[in-house]
C-alpha cells in the first residue's frame, strides 16, 4: 500500500509538472508568435507580389518557387516538390451582365462559376425565372424552365451563429443549380453569392456538371444584385437577363505540393502534418483563403526553429496544390503516404481563413481524441476554447485513410464568407495579431503532439 | 426517505426544465439579434449622418437627440435626459509636424492629446530627446530635459494576448508624460500612439496636467512616425521637433445622459442598467468607441420587446456622456441613483468595441457572481466561454457605491487598438455579424438577470 501511495505520489508530481513545463512551453510559442513572426509580411509577399494564383496559371507556379524558396532559406531538414497534375480553368475576359425590363437595362455585378462553359461569344440572352431551391425548380419542371435563365436566389442564412454552417446549407446551389436546372431545358444559371454581406462583389466557386446532362454557362450574382433582380421579377412579368463570360478548359497542367519537414528527434517515422492550400481563387488575392493558411503553417516549423526546440516526431509543411477546383494535392499526399508506407498520426490544417483563434475541431478514431482534448485547458489563457469533434479539412481529409487524426483550426468565423472567393479577399482585410496568434495556437497543439503523441 | 427522494427528483426536473427553457429562450434571443436587428443601420445613421462628437460640441448635442428620439420611437416605457455639464475642449486647426535634421525636414502625423494645451500661435520648435519610460525620465533629469521636447516612445507591447493588458501598461505614458517631463523643465511632448498597429494614424485621448506644475502641449505621433523619429535621433547628435496644436478648452457646456427603460413585472424597483458611451473623439467617427456599445445597448431593449418579452426586473438603457475626457456621465448617474435611493442590482457596460463577443468580466461582490456564472454553459453553443473577474467599465463603474453588480461585455480584443481614438475607427471598420451577436449576448445576459435577480 505505501508502495503505491508512493508511487501515485510520484506519478501525480510527474503529471503536474509535465503541465506546468507544457505551459510554460506554450506560452513561450505564443509570445514568439505574437513578436517575432514572418507570416504577416510573408503573406503580403504573397499577395502582392503573386497574387491570386489559380492551379494551372503562371501565378499559381510563381507561388510554388516562393515557397519552396521559403522552405530551403528557413533551413527546413528537408524541402521538397511533389508533382501534382492539376486542372487548368481559365476565366477569361471580364464578365457582363444586365437585366433588362421594358426595355430598359440595369447593370449587375456577376462572375463565371468556376469550372463553368462560356456563354456564346455574344453572350446569352434569355427570359429570367427566379427559384430558390432545387424543389422549386422541380416542381415548376421542363414547362417553365425550357429556355430560360434560372436564376437561384438561396441566400445563406445568417440565423446560424457558426458562418460554415449557413455555408454547408447553401453552398450545394452553386455547385449543382447548373445541372439541376439543365434536366428541364435551361439555357443558363444565375446563382446568388455565397455570402452572408449585402453589397456588390460576386463571389465565385466550384460548380460541377454531370456528365450526362448538357452543360449549361452558371455565374454568381452580388448580394445586391440578387435582390435587385428579384425585386424586378416581382414587379415585372417578363425580365430578360444577359450574361456574357468566356471562360476556358485548358488541358491539365503540371504543378506541386511544396512539404518542408523537421525531422523528429525521437519518433522521426511518426508524422504530423500542417498545412493550408497555396491556390486560390481569382478575383482577389486568396488572402484568407488561403494565404494565411500557408504563412502560419510554415511559421509553426519556424516557430520551432527560433525556440531552438526539437520536437520529438516530425512535422511536414504542406502547402497543398489545388483544393478549390480539384482536391488533386490532398489525393496526392495520401499516395505519397501510401507509397511510403508512412505513420501519418495527425494532420492540422488551416483554411478557414486568419481570424482570431477560437480553437480546434477534430475528425477521427475516438480514442486519440480524449489526449489531445485532455489538455486543452492549457489553450485557455489564450482563449482558444472551442474543442469539439467537427471537420479537419479538405486536404487533409484524404489522409483518413491511413489513420491520421484529422484536425481543422477554427478561427472565428464571422467575417470569413464576406471575402470568400470575392475581389475583397486582399492582403488588408487580414490582421497582423489574429494571423499570428493562430500560428501561435498551431504551434501549440503542434508541439502537444510532438511530444505525446496521439494515443500514447 | 422517499418523500426526500420525490422532492430531489421534482427539483432537478424543475431545475432542469428551467435550463432547458433559458436555453431556448437564449436561441430566440440570438435568432433575433442576427435576422432582425437595427444596431447596424443605427450606428451607420450616427457615425455618418452625425458623426465625431466629442462633449460640448454641437454634433454631441445631435447625437443626445438622436439616441433620445430612437428610445422614443421604440416605446420605451420611460425615455428621459438627465443634464450632465461637461467639458468643452475643442482640437482646432488640424496640428502640424516635422522634425530637421541637417536642415531637412521631414513631416510627421501628429495630433493633439485630448486636454492638451495650444502651442504659440507660429508652433513650438526645440531640439527633442527620446525616452522609453518615466525611469529614463527622471535619470535625465532637468540637466538634460531643460527646454527640449520629450518624445515618450514607449510601445505597447505585442506579447499580451489581451490588448487591453498592453493598453493598461502603456496608457499612463499617454496620460503623465507631460506633467513629468513639465517638472524637469521640457517645453513640449510627444508621446508615441497607443496601438499595436505600425501605420500613420495618430491616436488621440486623454492626458492630464497636475495644478502645481506648469502645464505644456503634449501631441500623439504615429507609430511609423514614432520610429522615424527614433531613427533619426539615434544617427544625429541634434534633431529639431517642430508642431503645432491650437486646441482651446472652452467652459463647461450642457449635455445629457439619454436614459430609457422597460418597466419590470414583478420586480420594478430591482434595476439592471446597460450602455455605453456616446460622445467619441473627433478624429473618427466614434463608431467602435463607442457607437457601437449604445446601439447594441439599445437593441437589448427592442430584443425584448420584439419578442414580446416581459422582463421581470427593470432594464435601463443609458447612453452616457462624456466618458473620454471626465466622466460626468457615469459619476451623474450615481448621483440619480442615490437621489432616488435605487437598487441598481447590476450594470453593464460595452466600451470594447463592437467585436465578435467571447463573454463577460465580472467585477463586485463575489456572492453575487456565482449564480450568474453557473449559468454560463447557456452561452457556450454561441462561443461565449470568457466568464472572469475583471473590468466592469469606466461609466459603469460609479455604480459600484450603490452596490450593483459590474459587468464588462467582452468581445475579442485583437483589431480595438488599431482603430481606437484614431481617424480609422469609422462605421466601415465595424462587422455587421460581430456587432449583432455583441447585441445578442447583452441580451441573453440581461434576460437571466432580469429572470432570475444577482443573489437570489
Excluded at 27 to 53: A, H, M, W
Excluded at 206 to 231: H, Q, R, V
Aim: charged share 20%; hydrophobic share 40%.
Amino acid at each position: 500500500m505505501k508502495k503505491l501511495i508512493l508511487f501515485l505520489a510520484i506519478f501525480f508530481c510527474f503529471t503536474a509538472n509535465a503541465q506546468q513545463s507544457d505551459s510554460l512551453i506554450i506560452s513561450k510559442i505564443f509570445n514568439q508568435s505574437l513578436t517575432n513572426s514572418e507570416c504577416y509580411p510573408r503573406l503580403n509577399y504573397l499577395c502582392k507580389n503573386i497574387g491570386p494564383r489559380l492551379s494551372g496559371s503562371l501565378n499559381g507556379e510563381k507561388a510554388v518557387d516562393y515557397v519552396n524558396q521559403l522552405c530551403i532559406d528557413q533551413k527546413l531538414d528537408t524541402a521538397f516538390l511533389q508533382p501534382v497534375t492539376v486542372p487548368h480553368w481559365v476565366r477569361g475576359q471580364k464578365e457582363q451582365a444586365y437585366y433588362k425590363v421594358n426595355g430598359k437595362k440595369a447593370d449587375v455585378a456577376i462572375c463565371a462559376l468556376g469550372g463553368s462553359i462560356a456563354t456564346p461569344k455574344k453572350g446569352l440572352v434569355a427570359t429570367v425565372i427566379e427559384v430558390h431551391d432545387f424543389d422549386e425548380l422541380k416542381a415548376l419542371g421542363r414547362e417553365k424552365i425550357e429556355g430560360k435563365i434560372v436564376f437561384m436566389n438561396h441566400p445563406m442564412k445568417s440565423s446560424f451563429v457558426h458562418t460554415f454552417d449557413a455555408y454547408g446549407e447553401a453552398a450545394r446551389y452553386r455547385w449543382a443549380t447548373a445541372q439541376n436546372a439543365a434536366q428541364y431545358g435551361a439555357v443558363g444559371v444565375v446563382v446568388r453569392s455565397m455570402t452572408l454581406a449585402m453589397d456588390n462583389h460576386p463571389h465565385t466557386g466550384a460548380m460541377g456538371y454531370n456528365d450526362t446532362i448538357i452543360k449549361i454557362p452558371a455565374c454568381a450574382i452580388s448580394t445586391n444584385g440578387a435582390e435587385e433582380l428579384s425585386k424586378a421579377i416581382k414587379n415585372n412579368s417578363s425580365v430578360q437577363f444577359y450574361f456574357k463570360q468566356s471562360c476556358e478548359l485548358f488541358p491539365d497542367a503540371q504543378s506541386y505540393n511544396v512539404i518542408g519537414e523537421l525531422k523528429g528527434s525521437e519518433k522521426p517515422e511518426e508524422i504530423i502534418v500542417i498545412g493550408g492550400h497555396l491556390d486560390s481563387w481569382e478575383l482577389g488575392e486568396g488572402a484568407h483563403d488561403d494565404g494565411a493558411g500557408i504563412m502560419q503553417s510554415l511559421e509553426v516549423l519556424r516557430i520551432f526553429q527560433n525556440l531552438k526546440m526539437k520536437p520529438k516526431r516530425s512535422i511536414r509543411f504542406v502547402a497543398f496544390a489545388n483544393e478549390e477546383n480539384g482536391s488533386r494535392g490532398g489525393k496526392q499526399l495520401l499516395a505519397l503516404a501510401k507509397e511510403r508506407n508512412e505513420k501519418i498520426i495527425a494532420a492540422i490544417e488551416s483554411d478557414e481563413g486568419g481570424f482570431t483563434p477560437r480553437g480546434f475541431s477534430f475528425n477521427g478514431d475516438s480514442l486519440k481524441m480524449p489526449h489531445v482534448m485532455s489538455k486543452q485547458e492549457l489553450f485557455y489563457p489564450y482563449d482558444l476554447k472551442y474543442w469539439e469533434q467537427g471537420y479537419g479539412g479538405t486536404d487533409i481529409n484524404y489522409l483518413k485513410e491511413v489513420g491520421a487524426l484529422l484536425i481543422g483550426f477554427v478561427p472565428d468565423s464571422q467575417r470569413y464568407f464576406d471575402v470568400h472567393h470575392a475581389a475583397t479577399d486582399v492582403f488588408e482585410n487580414v490582421n497582423k495579431r489574429e494571423l499570428e496568434l493562430g500560428a501561435g495556437s498551431m504551434a501549440a497543439l503542434v508541439y502537444l503532439l510532438s511530444e505525446y503523441g496521439v494515443n500514447p
